[in-house]
T-cell receptor, first 112, second 113 residues
């Protein structure tokens, strides 16, 4: 099993540009989570999908953030327009119904 | 949602000594408590977890204890080694039956050779 696969690993973009982060969960996992990690705020849950359906997006900072999961093997997190304060490491994680999360390697986003 | 407090934020121990990290949670219905280890520049990885029907679980040098009455759980690492140096996170779900985990702020453990 290749684990949870995220792309890109690093992204540097200019303020105002659109950024799309991608995630492929582990096959058979029915829950997918997007987290953001910063020194100040730690690991924050942005959005949670179960069986491809968004269950809780209360952690999404504002309307500039959106996430989709068109099928069981793919999810995207989009930021439009991006701002410097969005700079962080974004992790995708997946799990089966028994709670154990597996995290992807993360995308380090820098907005300049 | 769940509120998870983790202490201490940093911890330094001599190689071979024990390390203890503590977490408290707010939702008495929470029933699953995992611990993650994150090495510098890498992803968090699950190292041990405990469910509410047991009070302690051990895996070689690491153990987790749970006190449901007091709503706290702890990670114990014995005979620490330099490779144990990392940031450790505790987590708890948003109540029983929830798959969403709320994470503590993390503890940076440094093991001094």
């Amino acid at each position: 099993d290749a684990g949870v696969i995220q792309s890109p690993r690093h992204e540097v973009t200019e303020m105002g540009q659109e950024v799309t982060l991608r995630c492929k969960p582990i096959s058979g996992h029915n829950s997918l989570f997007w987290y953001r990690q910063t020194m100040m705020r730690g690991l924050e849950l942005l959005i949670y999908f179960n069986n491809n359906v968004p269950i809780d997006d209360s952690g999404m900072p504002e309307d500039r953030f959106s996430a989709k999961m068109p099928n069981a093997s793919f999810s995207t997190l989009k930021i439009q327009p991006s701002e410097p304060r969005d700079s962080a490491v974004y992790f995708c994680a997946s799990s089966r119904s028994d709670y154990g999360y597996t995290f992807g390697s993360g995308t380090r986003l820098t907005v300049v | 949602g769940e509120n998870v407090e983790q202490h201490p934020s940093t911890l330094s121990v001599q190689e071979g000594d024990s390390a203890v990290i503590k977490c408290t949670y707010s939702d008495s219905a929470s029933n699953y408590f995992p611990w993650y280890k994150q090495e510098l520049g890498k992803r968090p990885q699950l190292i041990i977890d405990i469910r509410s029907n047991v009070g302690e679980k051990k895996d070689q040098r690491i153990a987790v204890t749970l006190n449901k009455t007091a709503k706290h759980f702890s990670l114990h690492i014995t005979e620490t080694q330099p490779e144990d140096s990392a940031v450790y996170f505790c987590a708890a779900p948003w109540g029983a039956g929830s798959y969403q985990l709320t994470f503590g702020k993390g503890t940076k453990l440094s093991v001094i050779p």
